[in-house]
């Protein structure tokens, strides 16, 4: 099969997606174009993802997944389409979706303490004119002892390391306590013990209904943990299932060039090459 039919059939799958009835879906977007300017920097992005489903955004340095998060919050403007948190407009909802930005876009010299940062997670709900109560303090620490942080309480965050701090701004998140979380490469430049703890919480908020979704090039990762996978390349190449997803003609279209072939189970399947798509 080549690329074209490839995207000719991700294109019909993506509208496809949740056929069936009933019909609840936590996140829907809906022929989406964003970006800055009159070019879009993404364009025709459909797809809908349920209630307790964790879903893994895919593509190249360049694809557009931090636009769609962002798009996806509000924080730059789309031009087309519309954007749904259970079937209402998700912008007037802003305080249902969690995000964690991705690690080289925190100012780490900020004089703040590991608390005052989760807290923050907390004032979508309080509102920045009110100060926290007992309830929100609570959560503070129920989110340090989720990432297992709570004894680095009081510490600036500058003097942390950079897995320590993904694990920081991840129970800022979790103290929002949102419908939907959007994590923007969670686990890039982070150790393995960091990798494993992040993710086993991210299916534990999945398992308890929670909608996760998570931009990533760690494709094994992907294959192993994900319910279903969104390709992206500016716009839509593919959604559904890993089983589905990873195909050579759909990763070819997603990925281009850049690619090596893998064995995944009994079939050759193609990946990225993260070496070259890794941040320099």
């Not at 992005?45 to 798009?71: E, S």
């Not at 989760?118 to 929100?136: E, H, L, Q, T």
């Not at 920081?168 to 686990?187: G, K, S, T």
């Not at 195909?247 to 009994?266: F, N, P």
Request: overall charge neutral; charged content about 20%.
């Amino acid at each position: 099969m080549n690329a074209d039919v490839g995207m000719q059939r991700a294109e019909s799958e993506s509208l496809a997606v949740g056929a069936g009835s009933p019909r609840h879906y936590c996140l829907e977007v809906q022929d989406l174009a964003a970006g800055y300017g009159n070019q879009p920097a993404i364009d025709g992005i459909t797809f809908a993802v349920r209630p307790g489903q964790m879903v893994g955004v895919i593509g190249p340095n360049g694809a557009g997944k931090t636009t769609l998060f962002k798009a996806i919050l509000g924080l730059i403007p789309v031009l087309r389409g519309r954007i749904l948190l259970h079937d209402a407009d998700a912008h007037a909802q802003r305080a249902m979706m969690g995000y964690l930005p991705q690690l080289d876009e925190i100012h780490r010299t900020f004089p703040v303490s590991v608390s005052d940062v989760v807290m923050m997670g907390r004032y979508p709900r309080i509102g920045w004119s009110r100060r926290p109560g007992a309830g929100d303090a609570s959560a503070v620490r129920q989110a340090l002892e989720r990432v297992d942080l709570l004894d680095h309480a009081r510490t600036q965050i500058g003097k942390l390391s950079g897995g320590q701090l993904q694990r920081v701004l991840l129970a800022r998140v979790l103290a929002q306590d949102p419908h939907l979380l959007l994590l923007d490469e969670p686990v890039s430049g982070v150790d393995t013990t960091t990798q494993h703890a992040i993710f086993g919480v991210l299916e534990e908020l999945r398992d308890n209904g929670k909608t996760v979704v998570v931009a990533t090039h760690d494709l094994n990762c992907v294959v192993e943990r994900f319910d279903q996978v969104l390709c992206l390349s500016k716009r839509l190449v593919a959604y559904g299932s890993p089983a589905d997803v990873f195909r050579e003609e759909i990763l070819e279209a997603t990925y281009g060039s850049h690619l090596m072939v893998v064995k995944v189970g009994d079939r050759r399947v193609v990946v990225a090459d993260e070496h070259h798509h890794r941040r320099k």
